[in-house]
């Protein structure tokens, strides 16, 4: 009897273990059956309901089951445990250099598609098209017009606002009549560094070279015009800032809600923040406009391209490939994929043929300038650990702990070790 | 049937261990061997080729500036935090003792922070430092006041508060116990011998609890070493990346910089570091146990 019961419990145990090491691998594996489930990882947060939506119609119309995932990880950092355990996604959407650094290795190539002639923003690497640009993204300062019509009496327009001293005297007129902080900052390091900090080196004629002589001390960043304009303009949100005194603990959410609600009036950012300002009372009259400075061949003009990147696993089977293209082309070429891009994501299509309106008022903005080319590109190339170690830099200068002077000094001193990625 | 032949014994061993043994020999030994073969490559995380590069992750890791600072950063962290745990639980354990009305509903409310996960712990208590407390502050000082998040020394003293606020209750179940596994014979025999409550408490009680130090001690010490989800949800390294402790550098270095095999180096001198540090408390701990 007493044999028995081991014996049983010996053979419950081996079952479980057995079941441990079946879980695993088929959890682990690449090895799922050809053909069975698109997966697409999505690293936009704001459209994952719409993606999730969107998987189960498309399962439904096309007969290709679709599995939507997301994670709040950095994309990189994502991608590299997936790999890691060997469990690539049919379709991930990553960030540009992602592209880059991922791409050679991981990415099919998508050089024989029909969209890749609709588009300027695909990525190539050694002659592949290997990236599908998403969507367009653009940076720039975000106004209330609105609220600054409530304050002046007068209606906003954007395109009188050129150079800092426009922005400083509008902001003088926006304190005077009762307004008493205007701007916001966003303290988070990818929008100080990624985004804002970035610029510097975009807006330069030539980044690469640019880079390269902070690099070698041959440019000094201290002395350079375009930080210096760009900083110029910086201080005035910095100082304006409703949250000056704590401005390093403001929350996103709270400067976007006071933006969106006419509390302020400017801020800093990316046509990605209407996704926050919508969840709040906002007010109809928003947009984006280039950054004033004394850069003239700057100060019309967003920044921003292609941004969020789609690309298919060449680590899959080859079926599971093809269902990848056709869902890539049903996003550019049908109605249905056309109005998910544009009107169910609100996103700023990147693809010529795609004429829907866009609805948001920051998307819109976006999607007039890059209409009539008043787009400068991303530089896609800045080491991983640029935006966090230049993000925590630029914290120093925005909590006032540093000077513009010590801003340039360390980050000169970054660049004495970072290298840009490969292109 | 003989017990003490061998082959007896590794029969008894395989059938009550074996599932145990293997598991941990898949789970936590293998791992472990591989993530230390890692650290000899300057794998990226992601490539599928993993080159040998022999001694240089070593080399750079402890070249690391930051590293080497974080770390730092996480030892004055963990005194304070390991500190003031154990001080607090002790105290919340002596009090839940003594007898006092409703000490069964203290206990469990003590124990409550504990069983919050660590990610949503930190989510609420940011909350509380950004909004709540700065609501307060404004609104007794008349101006803006700033949250204790925004400066270095004040989000390293958040995330002190957060760590006593989790562990404490935690630590206090075991400290429960010391105090209950200490027989009512021997302290009803000191105050017959003449002392005062206090003189049975450090003379009686505490010598008889050493074993609850020693593991609380223990317990506190290696989990403060690794924190990474208070860290990560509460300040997330800001401001200025001065509150980035060992795990959250490690991890951002493997991960998010793609240095997968500089950042695993980095983790096993963390291991090795917590390793040192716990054993060494553990085994001056045990010398002095005294038993009744």
Same mark, same amino acid.
């Given at each position: 009897?007493?044999?028995?019961?081991?014996?049983?419990?010996?053979?419950?145990?081996?079952?479980?273990?057995?079941?441990?090491?079946?879980?695993?691998?088929?959890?682990?594996?690449?090895?799922?059956?050809?053909?069975?489930?698109?997966?697409?990882?999505?690293?936009?947060?704001?459209?994952?309901?719409?993606?999730?939506?969107?998987?189960?119609? $498309?399962?439904? !119309?096309?007969?290709?089951?679709?599995?939507?995932?997301?994670?709040?990880?950095?994309?990189?950092?994502?991608?590299?445990?997936?790999?890691?355990? @060997?469990?690539?996604?049919? %379709?991930?959407?990553?960030?540009?250099?992602?592209?880059?650094?991922?791409?050679?290795?991981?990415?099919?190539?998508?050089?024989?598609?029909?969209?890749?002639?609709?588009?300027?923003?695909?990525?190539?690497?050694?002659?592949?098209?290997?990236?599908?640009?998403?969507?367009?993204?653009?940076?720039?300062?975000?106004? =209330?017009?609105?609220?600054?019509?409530?304050?002046?009496?007068?209606?906003?327009?954007?395109?009188?606002?050129?150079? !800092?001293?426009?922005?400083?005297?509008?902001?003088?007129?926006?304190?005077?009549?009762?307004?008493?902080?205007?701007?916001?900052?966003?303290?988070?390091?990818?929008?100080?560094?990624?985004?804002?900090?970035?610029?510097?080196?975009?807006?330069?004629?030539?980044?690469?070279?640019?880079?390269?002589?902070?690099?070698?001390?041959?440019?000094?960043?201290?002395?350079?015009?375009?930080? *210096?304009?760009?900083?110029?303009?910086?201080?005035?949100?910095?100082? @304006?800032?409703?949250?000056?005194?704590?401005?390093?603990?403001?929350?996103?959410?709270?400067?976007?809600?006071?933006?969106?609600?006419?509390?302020?009036?400017?801020? &800093?950012?990316?046509?990605?923040?209407?996704?926050?300002?919508?969840?709040?009372?906002?007010?109809? =009259?928003?947009?984006?406009?280039?950054?004033?400075?004394?850069?003239?061949?700057? *100060?019309?003009?967003?920044?921003?391209?292609?941004?969020?990147?789609?690309?298919?696993?060449?680590?899959?089977?080859?079926?599971?490939?093809?269902?990848?293209?056709?869902?890539?082309?049903?996003?550019?070429?049908?109605?249905?994929?056309?109005?998910?891009?544009?009107?169910?994501?609100?996103?700023?299509?990147?693809?010529?043929?795609?004429?829907?309106?866009?609805? *948001?008022?920051?998307?819109?903005?976006?999607?007039?300038?890059?209409?009539?080319?008043?787009?400068?590109?991303?530089? =896609?190339?800045?080491?991983?650990?640029?935006?966090?170690?230049?993000?925590?830099?630029?914290?120093?200068?925005?909590?006032?702990?540093?000077?513009?002077?010590?801003?340039?000094?360390?980050?000169?001193?970054?660049?004495?070790?970072?290298?840009?990625?490969?292109? | 049937?003989?017990?003490?032949?061998?082959?007896?014994?590794?029969?008894?061993?395989?059938?009550?261990?074996?599932?145990?043994?293997?598991?941990?020999?898949?789970?936590?030994?293998?791992?472990?061997?591989?993530?230390?073969?890692?650290?000899?490559?300057?794998?990226?995380?992601?490539?599928?080729?993993?080159?040998?590069?022999?001694?240089?992750? $070593?080399?750079?890791? &402890?070249?690391?500036?930051?590293?080497?600072?974080?770390?730092?950063? !996480?030892?004055?962290?963990?005194?304070?935090?390991?500190?003031?745990?154990?001080?607090?639980?002790?105290?919340?354990?002596?009090?839940?003792?003594?007898?006092?009305?409703?000490?069964?509903?203290?206990?469990?409310?003590?124990?409550?922070?504990?069983?919050?996960?660590?990610?949503?712990?930190?989510?609420?208590?940011?909350?509380?430092?950004?909004?709540?407390?700065?609501?307060?502050?404004?609104? %007794?000082?008349?101006? !803006?006041?700033?949250?204790?998040?925004?400066?270095?020394?004040?989000?390293?003293?958040?995330?002190? %508060?957060?760590?006593?606020?989790?562990?404490?209750?935690?630590?206090?179940?075991?400290?429960?116990?010391?105090?209950?596994?200490?027989?009512?014979?021997?302290?009803?025999?000191?105050?017959?011998?003449?002392?005062?409550?206090?003189?049975?408490?450090? @003379?009686?009680?505490?010598?008889?609890?050493?074993?609850? &130090?020693?593991?609380?001690?223990?317990?506190?010490?290696?989990?403060? &070493?690794?924190?990474?989800?208070? =860290?990560?949800?509460?300040?997330?390294?800001?401001?200025?990346?001065?509150?980035?402790?060992?795990?959250?550098?490690?991890?951002?270095?493997?991960?998010?910089?793609?240095?997968?095999?500089?950042?695993?180096?980095?983790?096993?001198?963390?291991?090795?570091?917590?390793?040192?540090?716990?054993?060494?408390?553990?085994?001056?701990?045990?010398?002095?146990?005294?038993?009744?």
């Amino acid at each position: 009897m007493k044999k028995a019961i081991a014996l049983m419990l010996a053979l419950v145990m081996t079952l479980a273990l057995a079941a441990c090491g079946g879980g695993s691998g088929s959890g682990g594996g690449s090895s799922k059956p050809a053909g069975e489930t698109l997966t697409i990882f999505n690293s936009k947060m704001e459209i994952q309901s719409q993606m999730e939506e969107m998987a189960k119609q $498309y399962s439904e !119309t096309k007969g290709v089951p679709v599995e939507v995932y997301y994670s709040s990880d950095t994309v990189a950092a994502h991608m590299a445990t997936k790999y890691a355990s @060997n469990d690539p996604y049919a %379709i991930a959407m990553v960030d540009a250099k992602d592209v880059y650094s991922l791409g050679a290795e991981h990415a099919a190539d998508l050089s024989g598609e029909q969209w890749v002639g609709d588009t300027t923003q695909a990525i190539s690497v050694d002659g592949k098209v290997l990236g599908f640009p998403v969507c367009v993204e653009a940076r720039g300062v975000i106004y =209330n017009a609105d609220a600054i019509k409530a304050v002046t009496g007068k209606d906003f327009d954007p395109e009188s606002i050129k150079t !800092t001293a426009d922005f400083q005297a509008l902001i003088n007129d926006l304190i005077a009549g009762g307004m008493a902080a205007p701007t916001g900052v966003m303290k988070e390091d990818w929008s100080l560094a990624a985004h804002f900090l970035a610029e510097v080196y975009e807006l330069q004629d030539d980044p690469d070279a640019f880079i390269a002589g902070i690099k070698d001390g041959s440019i000094k960043l201290a002395d350079d015009e375009v930080y *210096n304009a760009l900083m110029d303009t910086f201080d005035v949100l910095k100082e @304006n800032n409703y949250a000056k005194d704590a401005a390093i603990s403001a929350e996103r959410e709270l400067t976007e809600q006071k933006l969106a609600e006419g509390e302020i009036a400017f801020m &800093f950012g990316g046509n990605w923040d209407w996704d926050v300002i919508n969840a709040y009372d906002y007010s109809e =009259n928003m947009g984006m406009m280039p950054v004033p400075s004394a850069l003239s061949s700057a *100060n019309t003009k967003l920044v921003g391209g292609g941004s969020k990147y789609f690309y298919v696993d060449n680590g899959v089977s080859e079926e599971l490939q093809q269902k990848a293209k056709d869902f890539l082309n049903w996003l550019v070429y049908e109605a249905d994929g056309q109005d998910f891009l544009v009107n169910q994501c609100n996103l700023v299509p990147a693809y010529s043929n795609i004429t829907l309106a866009v609805g *948001n008022p920051l998307g819109s903005s976006v999607k007039a300038y890059a209409d009539k080319g008043a787009l400068i590109g991303n530089y =896609n190339y800045l080491p991983d650990d640029h935006y966090a170690k230049c993000g925590a830099i630029f914290q120093k200068y925005l909590a006032g702990q540093i000077d513009r002077a010590g801003l340039a000094e360390e980050i000169t001193a970054y660049w004495a070790t970072a290298e840009v990625g490969a292109h | 049937m003989k017990q003490n032949t061998l082959s007896y014994k590794v029969k008894q061993y395989l059938m009550f261990a074996g599932p145990g043994t293997i598991l941990f020999f898949c789970v936590v030994i293998i791992p472990f061997i591989y993530g230390v073969y890692l650290t000899f490559t300057s794998w990226d995380g992601v490539s599928a080729t993993k080159p040998w590069v022999g001694l240089t992750n $070593y080399a750079a890791a &402890f070249a690391d500036k930051d590293y080497w600072a974080a770390l730092g950063r !996480t030892a004055i962290y963990s005194v304070f935090a390991v500190v003031l745990i154990n001080v607090l639980s002790f105290f919340l354990a002596y009090l839940v003792t003594s007898g006092v009305k409703g000490q069964n509903f203290f206990r469990s409310g003590f124990f409550v922070p504990n069983l919050i996960g660590g990610i949503v712990l930190g989510y609420v208590w940011k909350f509380v430092f950004n909004r709540a407390f700065v609501a307060l502050g404004s609104a %007794i000082s008349g101006g !803006t006041a700033p949250s204790i998040l925004s400066t270095p020394s004040g989000a390293m003293l958040a995330l002190i %508060i957060v760590s006593v606020w989790q562990y404490a209750g935690y630590m206090m179940l075991i400290y429960v116990a010391g105090f209950m596994s200490v027989s009512e014979d021997v302290k009803e025999a000191s105050s017959i011998d003449g002392c005062t409550a206090s003189q049975t408490m450090w @003379n009686v009680t505490v010598p008889l609890m050493r074993a609850s &130090f020693v593991q609380c001690l223990f317990l506190s010490i290696t989990r403060c &070493f690794v924190v990474y989800d208070v =860290n990560l949800s509460l300040t997330k390294g800001e401001p200025f990346g001065s509150s980035v402790m060992a795990a959250m550098h490690v991890y951002n270095q493997a991960f998010t910089y793609k240095n997968y095999g500089l950042g695993q180096a980095e983790a096993l001198i963390l291991f090795l570091v917590c390793a040192i540090v716990g054993v060494t408390q553990v085994m001056i701990g045990k010398r002095g146990e005294v038993e009744a």
